[in-house]
């Protein structure tokens, strides 16, 4: 028993001394991202293609190393996420096109084009919640927000209680309990947005937000074996607490993924922030 309750308290330690940082970066980063969707246009295209570029860059040290030659690819991302936000919308993807073509025909494949497409879809996927004549605002706060307090309820609930590892082979640290104690968290974010902004809990936007949480988790897993592919157990330093901005954002970029298919899925090309939001 006094075993059992040294090894609570010690984990209960670990989880309160790593969480601080952890919570800090967050709240820092939720913070620039409400600001920038706040702004809206060419504000919020530049805060994203800075966040882009950081993924990008990191992405590079992890599959590719020191390689200068590259970090062209990088200014591609930015070239095409401020085209975005000043309003050349065809000429914003017709970058990203070409730039994955370019990747593909000149980098190691599958890797190069692949953190091209990544960091675009992060950027774009944001920008065009962000665009959206309704609702922009709503949709980046709800998608945001549930992948953050996935994020911390994961942790949290998987330090705390442990238990059997979701996935060992790709990222050891992670629980069941961790993935439940985030969708419950993730849960309860987007019911929070959605009562800040007037929104309706129907199920539809319920299956909405589970979706979203579930899809970060994945998008988690899918950086850790990235990371373990290549050796690599940070994508960086930038951050307190969370390693680098890859680290930060990765669950981000399979939900603004995903929240876009269901917005245009639902509410069609002209308006997929109110089809993501609107049930």
């Not at 979701?166 to 959605?194: E, H």
């Not at 290549?230 to 993924?257: E, N, Q, T, Y």
Request: glycine share 16%; hydrophobic share 60%; aromatic share 8%.
């Amino acid at each position: 028993m006094r075993a059992a309750g040294a090894e609570a308290a010690l984990g209960i330690d670990i989880v309160s001394r790593d969480l601080l940082p952890r919570v800090a970066s967050s709240v820092v980063l939720i913070a620039i991202a409400v600001v920038a969707a706040w702004s809206g246009g060419l504000v919020a295209a530049i805060v994203v293609s800075a966040i882009a570029a950081a993924v990008h860059a990191e992405w590079l040290g992890i599959t590719e190393g020191a390689s200068g030659r590259a970090l062209v690819f990088t200014v591609v991302v930015v070239m095409s996420l401020v085209a975005f936000g000043l309003g050349y919308t065809s000429v914003a993807f017709g970058i990203a096109v070409v730039g994955i073509v370019a990747a593909a025909l000149t980098g190691p494949r599958p890797w190069r084009p692949l953190g091209v497409f990544y960091a675009l879809v992060l950027g774009l996927g944001l920008l065009v919640l962000r665009d959206s004549n309704d609702y922009g605002l709503a949709a980046i706060v709800i998608v945001v927000g549930v992948v953050a307090a996935t994020d911390i309820g994961a942790f949290v609930a998987g330090r705390a209680i442990g238990g059997p590892r979701l996935w060992p082979a790709v990222s050891p640290k992670k629980t069941w309990a961790g993935a439940a104690g985030g969708l419950a968290a993730g849960i309860g974010a987007g019911a929070a947005a959605a009562a800040a902004f007037g929104l309706a809990l129907r199920p539809g936007f319920v299956l909405v937000v589970i979706l979203l949480s579930v899809t970060g988790q994945c998008g988690d897993l899918f950086e850790s074996y990235v990371k373990r592919r290549f050796g690599a157990k940070d994508s960086g330093r930038l951050i307190p607490g969370h390693g680098g901005m890859m680290d930060r954002v990765d669950g981000l970029v399979f939900a603004s993924a995903v929240a876009v298919l269901i917005g245009i899925g639902h509410g069609g090309l002209g308006n997929p922030a109110q089809g993501l939001v609107m049930w």
